[in-house]
Every structure is written in structure tokens, then in C-alpha cells.
């Protein structure tokens, strides 16, 4: 059962972002983009000081079901990405330019990971690959179709992940505002 406090907490995050009064962890710097931890590029700041996304949403919805949730420590729970509702067989597509650094199997889920360099990767999990690793990729093409495995059949959605210099960040710094969230009542959420 999900907390009834999650979407009140998405929409006053939501709302944040919409009107740009906060980019999740990024600052923008007086040069030409903002960063994240010491290599990956966020996006590039505009005359009115907002930053512009990098990504690009890999399914088309800008919706979030889920929420970064950050864990207190490396190995510590939490929710280390944000989960996009998508139905299964959808397409799942590349957020930027890069690299397939892997496409398959881990813990019984298959994922398509993409190195975007600088040291920003990106994951979708749980995807049916259509690309392997060493393929070049470019922002929106096809990378994978969506399947049951972090969310169930029930409930589909591409979980998108990111990581900078190998540690878990939010991935929102690097897209574009989400939709305005629509509140549900407890009782209507699926799942």
C-alpha cells in the first residue's frame, strides 16, 4: 500500500520544479551548465537562470509514479531512480547520446545500461534490449521495450536510473519538469 503522503510531497516537488525554484541537487554555475558530483554535465543555464534539461524523458510521459528516494548509505534502502508508468511492449528510449555499456540480465530483471560520459550512465530497468553492449545510441532512439520486473504486470513502468562516477543520483537534474502530478485518492493508485 502506497503512503498517502507521497503524492501531496511529489506535487509540492512538482510544483518547485515547475516554477523553478529548484533543480533537484543542481546548481547552476556561471559557466555553461551546472553539474553534479565531479563530471556530469546537468544542462546548460539560461538567460533567466534556470537550467535547461540534458535527457530526455525515455518513454514519452513525463509522469513520475515514483520518486527518487535516497538511501542513508550506500547500502541502505531507498528508491535509487524514478519510475515512469509505461505499458508493457512500449518503447524505451535512449535519454542522450552514448554508449550501450550493457544490455541484459541482472538479479532477474533485464536493463539497458548507456554511458553518456564524463561519468553519467544511465539504466532502464526492466526493458527487453534491442541494443547490445558497444552499440552508439542517440538521445530518443530505441533502446528497449518495457517488461514486468521492477514494477509488476499489474502496474507496468520504466524505472530510470542514473549514476554519476558510479554513485546513484536523482535523475530528475537531468530532465525536463515532470507533468503536473493529478492527485488520486489512496484508494484509486494502482499497485
Given at each position: 500500500m502506497r503512503s498517502s503522503a507521497r503524492p501531496v510531497l511529489l506535487s509540492v516537488v512538482c510544483a518547485a520544479v515547475l516554477s523553478g525554484a529548484v533543480v533537484f541537487g543542481a546548481v547552476p554555475s556561471t559557466g555553461a551548465g551546472a553539474s553534479v558530483g565531479s563530471g556530469a554535465s546537468v544542462g546548460t543555464a539560461t538567460d533567466s537562470g534556470r537550467v535547461e534539461a540534458r535527457w530526455v524523458w525515455p518513454t514519452g510521459s513525463r509522469v513520475v509514479e515514483r520518486a527518487w528516494e535516497a538511501p542513508s548509505?550506500?547500502?541502505a534502502a531507498g528508491h535509487r531512480g524514478l519510475d515512469v508508468p509505461a505499458a508493457l511492449g512500449s518503447t524505451a528510449s535512449a535519454v542522450d547520446d552514448g554508449t550501450v555499456a550493457f544490455a541484459g540480465a541482472v538479479g532477474g530483471r533485464t536493463v539497458v545500461t548507456i554511458d553518456h560520459g564524463d561519468g553519467l550512465v544511465s539504466t532502464l530497468d526492466s526493458v527487453t534490449p534491442l541494443v547490445a553492449a558497444g552499440d552508439e545510441v542517440v538521445q530518443g532512439a530505441p533502446v528497449g521495450r518495457v517488461s514486468v520486473g521492477h514494477c509488476p504486470a499489474s502496474a507496468p513502468c520504466l524505472h530510470l536510473g542514473a549514476r554519476v562516477d558510479g554513485r546513484y543520483v536523482d535523475p530528475m537534474a537531468y530532465l525536463p519538469p515532470a507533468e503536473w502530478p493529478v492527485?488520486?485518492?489512496?484508494?484509486?493508485?494502482?499497485?
Open positions: 548509505s550506500d547500502y492527485l488520486l485518492p489512496e484508494s484509486a493508485w494502482p499497485g
